[in-house]
Each structure stands twice: as C-alpha cells, then as structure tokens.
C-alpha cells in the first residue's frame, strides 16, 4: 500500500510503498475513507510523543470499510463502515471497566502506538471493544472527526461537566476541541460562550452554536468580560487550548458553587463543589481523566496546579460536610 512515512522527527514525510497490514487476532484492517489532521499529528512528528516508534506512519482520525477481520472478531465483517475513537481500550482491565479507557495500559492508538490512518489501509486492534458502526447518511469525512476532536470534547462536557440545557459553558480556545465543545453543548441546549484571540474562528463558533463571542485581545479582563454576559460567572468552563493563561482564565470565569474545566494539553478535568453547610472553606476539587489522557500523564498538570487533595476540615461537622458535597 501506499502511506505517508517519515523515519525521522522533523524530516519531510515522504509517499512510500510499503506493506499491507494484516489484522491481528482481535483487530481488523479498514481501507481508510478520510483522514484527518490534527496538531497531536504535529506533536508527534516533532518528536514529543514516546510511544512513536521510528519509522511511522501518522493519522489517527479516521473512518472507512473494513477489508480483513482477525478470528475473534464477532460484532465486525468485511464490508462494514467504521470509526474508531483514537485512544482504544483494550476492554479487559480494571481502568476499562471502569469506563476510563482512555488510561487503559495497553491502550492502541493508530497514529502513534501503531501505524496509522494516512495510508490506504489501516490495522486497527481490540475491534469489538472500539469500532463504531456508520450510517449511511453520515460520511467518511464526517466520521473522521468524530473520533478525536468530538469525543475529548464530549467526555467533557456530556460525561463529566453533565452540561445541562440553560447552563452557561465558556470555551477558552476555537480550534477542534473548542469548536466540537460548543457544538455539543448547544445540542445540549446549553448556552455557549466562545473565547479566542482570532475574529474568524469566533465568527464560525457562532456559526457553530455559541451565543457569545469574546476576543481575548480586545477586552481587559477575560473573566470579567464573561461574568458581565453571565451575570456571575459560567457553570462549566473548558480550557481547549492547555496554556496557562486559558487555563487560569477558565477558573477565574466559574460560577460560585459549580464548575468544571478542561485542561486540553494534559486532559485532566476539574470539577469544583462546595458544601451545602460551609462556605469558602468547604471548597474540593475532583480530578479525573478525559478522553485523551494518556498513560504516564501528569494529573493534573503544572499550569493547572489545585491541590493534590481535598482539604479536609477537622471539625466533625465539616467532616460530614464533605461527605455530602452538594450536587449540581
Ligand atoms: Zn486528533
Ligand atoms: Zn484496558
């Protein structure tokens, strides 16, 4: 077949012939359909990304039909048209039946652990677990954004902030995350404000669901700029960007008593309760892993900084406090 191959970080990746995958006992091969490009494609091929074994084959947002299938496949058959979300749980161990897959040990991600999706074809493991079925009214080209952008941003909003219709979220950041967040959470019926330093990427986020537009560079104070809007500060915020001053920005927009926000460079949330008893005091963090941590990540990370653990007061009745968080 032929891919898009580079055997050094920063070279010029080049067409090469090389040879067809063979699906593995529990995988399935795809002819790629579309592909997409992502800056983790960049990141890897700069060299930032340890499981990238030299020589590589990038991609890892991708949908097409499957060609060949190992024995212990059940749920696919050639023919069929699939997506697959690029970080794939092995679906045996303790973290994926836990529902976090993404900090599966074993974990398979095209593009990176193995070979990947810009090529004509594609091998991809734990194929019952992962593989998603297509409709036929959705497209290869649509269904290669599905896996990467939409389901980070996703996990995020619908699984961990549980965005719900009439909440305000901020998006600190346009690119493929922010934008799929807004997208969510307007189908959510949320009500979205876009932040981002470019005028163009904030006209399509409005194109895309968001109520609100925010130029960072046009304003003093981005927080106070969303609380002028809110009329007190957002329920879930996302940082889609991972750079300190969106990730401080996100924090500093929350509504008082409920929040969450999304670190994209190191795919740790934070979700802040306070008690129904206390008042600043009473205040914890909860961590967790979103859909594209990785084994080996720092959570949460350095520009995010919260405290490693909940403060726990010593009084009994803080105590009980803590034990009843309130619940948004
Ligand atoms: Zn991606
Ligand atoms: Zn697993």
Known sequence: MKAMYYEAFEATPEIRTVPDPTPGEDGVVIAVGATGLCRSDWHGWMGHDPDIKLPHVPGHELAGKVVATGRGVVRFKVGDRVTV??????????????????????????????WGSFAEYVAIDYADTNLVHLPETVDDATAASLGCRFAT??????????????????????????LSAIMIASALGANAIAIDISDEKLAFARECGAVAAINATEVADVAEAVREI??????????????????????????????????????????RRRSRWRRSS????????????????????????PPARSRRRSSSAAGSAWRKPFRR
């Not at 979300?85 to 040990?105: D, I, L, R, W």
């Not at 941003?153 to 922010?178: L, M, N, Y």
């Not at 859909?291 to 900084?305: I, L, N, R, Y």
């Open 230 to 271: 809110t009329k007190g500060g957002v329920h879930v915020s996302i940082d889609a960007l991972g750079h300190p001053t969106t990730c401080f920005n996100s924090i500093k927009n929350l509504r008082a008593a409920a929040g969450m926000c999304r670190s994209a460079s190191c795919s740790v949330t934070m979700r």
């Open 153 to 178: 941003s996703f996990r995020a909003v619908a699984d961990q902030a549980k965005t719900r219709p009439g909440e305000w979220i901020a998006v600190h950041g346009c690119g493929g995350v922010g």
């Open 282 to 305: 009473a205040m914890s963090w909860k961590y967790t892993a979103a859909t594209a941590c990785k084994p080996g990540a720092t959570m949460p990370c350095s520009t995010c900084s």
């Open 85 to 114: 979300p690029f970080v794939s749980g092995c679906g045996h161990c303790a973290e994926c039946h836990s529902g976090n897959q993404q900090v599966c040990p074993s974990q398979f991600q095209p593009g990176f652990t193995h």
